[in-house]
């Protein structure tokens, strides 16, 4: 079966960090557009957030301004995994977080257009609960 999986979620100290992991299942990541979606505690699917992105064509990376300057988006190919380094965490940063992987040939330049593509996503994973402590 064809999917993204994620790991690395957990419980974190208020400042500080987490790495996740987005691994690509019988697919190869490298082609596609990566994102990391997350989804606030007592909201539902549809209120569900863009966090960041990592574009096929030369891994261009965007991200939305309440991450911006503390999580990093990389890929590795050897690996097939996507990660999203988390640094600097608050508590607006709890939360279930998936990975997301669609075929665009483009980088994603801004918000509005990473949400229109996440609609449009070939695979999602089930994601992976992140939880902030003081």
């Known amino acids: 079966q064809l999917t993204v999986v994620e790991s690395g979620g957990g419980l974190v100290q208020r400042g500080g960090s987490l790495r996740l992991s987005c691994a690509g299942a019988?697919?190869?990541?490298?082609?596609?557009?990566i994102a990391w979606f997350r989804q606030a505690p007592g909201k539902g699917r549809e209120e569900r957030e863009g966090?960041?992105?990592?574009?096929?064509?030369?891994?261009?990376?965007f991200y939305a301004d309440s991450v911006k300057g503390r999580f990093a988006i990389s890929r590795d190919n050897a690996k097939n995994t996507v990660y999203l380094q988390m640094n600097g965490m608050e508590y607006e940063d709890a939360g279930l977080y998936s990975c997301?992987?669609?075929?665009?040939?483009?980088?994603?330049?801004?918000?509005?257009?990473?949400?229109?593509?996440?609609?449009?996503?070939?695979?999602w994973g089930k994601g992976t609960r992140v939880t902030v402590s003081s």
């Open positions: 966090v960041a992105c990592i574009s096929s064509e030369d891994d261009t990376t």
């Open positions: 019988g697919f190869s990541l490298d082609t596609y557009t």
């Open positions: 997301a992987a669609v075929r665009y040939n483009t980088p994603v330049y801004d918000y509005d257009l990473l949400m229109r593509l996440s609609a449009g996503m070939e695979y």
